[in-house]
């Protein structure tokens, strides 16, 4: 049997929706008939969820959108537990303000994603736009914990004003990386251009690869360091990375630069590089 | 020679129908970790030294047990030692002080909580502050660690550990024909009681020869010694050791729940008087205050039931 799921009907594919609060937690307790009558908010209308999208019951272990679900914002918002899967890729503010449970987006997500995550884990097998965990508009801060692990590449400014929690980019990333980051950790596999961490205050940012990274000028100069907390961060993304991955991570000498000291700031880069194959 | 009543032997030897009579405590559990197993030794050596008694020590504390790499939180290796202390706030004021004089101090250690729960007390959050403003908090996995620079690289140490209710002063008593067959007789207990978890026994090498009775002639001492087990007054006091025993020594245990002391001690027990004819063992007994000051009592006969 199948798990729950809710499926786009297609005439609303280009309709700008609201999905905050269609998660797990608050969906898979209630019958078909109160779920039916659920109300998301469509072109800034409500509407009843039947309204908008096909309901298939199933086994209530998990719960399961799809469809065209460009349009839709903030899936996931809300979220505090359980597993929701996305089959397909998703508008704007992904993870908003979701404080548990498990996220998993096939496909790439909008601007904003994780960035008022506070818990849980997001995972996007595509790409992410800009401000990804980074601090949306009128707010200080970006991400406040949790995990946003990306397969692909990462839009501008990724983790602006981040405050807290791990965000791992398997691709490449846009201008703006980490700028006045606050703290957390965000783990960089692909290319970034030049300038990185501008102004940020404290956390790790760790880039991976062989060549040497250009520092900004408020960094101090990359010297080789043994860190002995990098065993537990890895650790906890063991399960989460894949093997190539994990050994990039784990078999690498460490570079430390501190700053950005321009701005005060005693954030770290490392430099994990990576160990050529003889 | 007033005469107890035994209920059973083993391998020959008197059980005592007695009890031991433990007090509540609380306690907590950390994992010292290290750049090689001789640092971590050290470590928990140090932080766990002049912890036998909260009578006048604050806590008691020793090494629980090494750690497999699999168990080690940094994949280090790892020694798990427990603390135990009379209230939460004197088992902070304990724990704080000697994680940062005798773990902080020690090359390449890193200090970790042992056990998980909603009753926490304060570890690396206070010893953060060694940093002086250059201390990173880190959070990982919901867990928070600081890193503080220290003049080797940087010690991390959890924010806060957990504490559970627990229980101080399990205790028995080997009475053997002579101090080295007691001797040898502990030490044959303290050999299987160190394979079990969730026990220490905080005394040197596991065993105290100064058994203590509550109060004394002199009122500004709480504690003095047990004279009824003393075998140089056994003319004088109604002395409780049978005729033959040249010497009494105390394994005390702590341990954090019931059923861990009851099962050190049937261990610990068992093993000594297995080789305890060859060390002129002669009988097995509890320590008790008459079971008016502590609320749990481990009948001897209970626990080889």
Known sequence: MSSLTLTLRADLDQQRMDLHGIVPDRVLPLSVGDLAKLPISVSGRACPLAEVFEISDGQRDRLVLRGALASADRVGGGMREGLLIVESSVGHRLADRMSGGELC???????????????????????????????????????????CLVEGSAGQFLAYR??????????????????????????????FPFPLAVGMRRGTVIVVGADKPPMHVGFTPLESIELSYLPLLFDSLRTKLTADQMRLLTEAETYRALGDRASGGLGEVLWLAEQQQT | MTD?????????IDIEDSFAEAFPMTATRLIITAEDRYWALRAAEAMTGFATSVIACGCEASIERELSQAQSPDGRPAIAVLVFSISSKELEKQVVRRVGQCVLTCPSTSVFAGMTGEKQIALGSKLRYFGDGFQISKVIGGRRFWRVPVMDGEFVCEAQTARTSAIGGGNFLVLSESLSGALRACETAMDAMRQLTNVIMPFPGGVARSGSKVGSKYKWLTASTNHVYCPTLRPITASRLPPGVGAALEVVIDGLTEADVARAMRVGIKAACEAGTRYGLRRVTAGNYGGKLGQYHFHLKDILA
């Open chain 2, 4 to 12: 107890f009543p035994t209920f059973t032997q083993i391998n020959g």
């Open chain 1, 105 to 147: 987006v096939c496909g790439d997500a909008g601007h904003y994603a994780s960035a008022q995550q506070r818990g849980g884990l997001v995972t996007i097998s595509g790409n992410v736009g800009d401000f990804c965990a980074a601090a949306p508009p009128n707010s200080r801060r970006g991400m406040q914990g949790g995990q």
């Open chain 1, 162 to 191: 981040m405050r807290r929690g791990t965000v791992v980019i398997g691709g490449n990333v846009a201008e703006g990386c980490a700028a006045s980051m606050v703290a957390g950790t965000v783990v960089l596999f692909g290319e």
